[in-house]
């Protein structure tokens, strides 16, 4: 990984925290891991790894639900001794990205590919800024939204021509540029009119 990521393991069970961060760690050694026995999603993290029950109070859904406001990017995993399907279902409409129960080892490898496959698109999605998927999208957008307001701002300092966008070789990508030209163009004759 170029950059490293971070992942919160949040349960009140000690034992069960202390395990899956070893278990995170032996597998994927360059995450960084921060454990709380409280319900506290306080930071800024990649992944998350949340119990349902502490003491006694199911709270996993909130938690998914607060995290997904947050962190629309993340990934979260719920985690606990005990999952019924109504909290699996609460769990789902939360954004939740899987569900392992702690006594099945089947679920515990199935959560390992779930962060596998996690990891290796963002590692994948940061090291070409790919326009492909929803990161990518985000910052194709971004980029284009930034350069946008330093042509507006380099139009109202009286320039005549802002520069042209950069060319991609991304369908997407043509399709956002072709669009920021037309907007660009309309600028251009918006600006002539304006002046004569």
């Not at 070893?22 to 930071?43: A, H, K, Q």
């Not at 099945?104 to 963002?122: K, N």
Request: hydrophobic share 40%.
């Amino acid at each position: 990984m170029a950059t490293s990521l971070r992942a919160l393991v949040v349960d009140d069970d000690p034992d069960a925290s202390a395990w899956l961060a070893y278990m995170l760690n032996e597998r994927f050694p360059d995450l960084e891991i921060v454990t709380r026995e409280v319900p506290d999603l306080s930071g800024t993290f990649d992944l998350y790894f949340i119990d349902n029950d502490f003491h006694g109070k199911s709270l996993s859904a909130q938690l998914a639900t607060a995290i997904r406001a947050a962190n629309p990017l993340a990934m979260i995993v719920a985690f606990s001794a005990r999952l019924d399907n109504q909290t699996l279902k609460l769990l789902v409409n939360a954004g939740c990205d899987g569900a392992c129960e702690k006594s099945q080892p089947e679920d515990v490898q199935q959560m390992m590919g779930i962060v596998a496959a996690y990891l290796s698109r963002r590692s994948s999605e940061t090291q070409e800024q790919s326009s492909r998927g929803l990161m990518g999208a985000m910052y194709s957008i971004r980029n284009l939204l930034r350069e946008w307001n330093r042509r507006l701002d380099v139009n109202r300092s009286g320039a005549t021509e802002p520069t042209p966008l950069p060319r991609t070789s991304s369908p997407g990508q043509r399709v956002e540029t072709k669009r920021a030209e037309q907007l660009q163009s309309d600028l251009i004759t918006s600006n002539t009119v304006k002046s004569h």
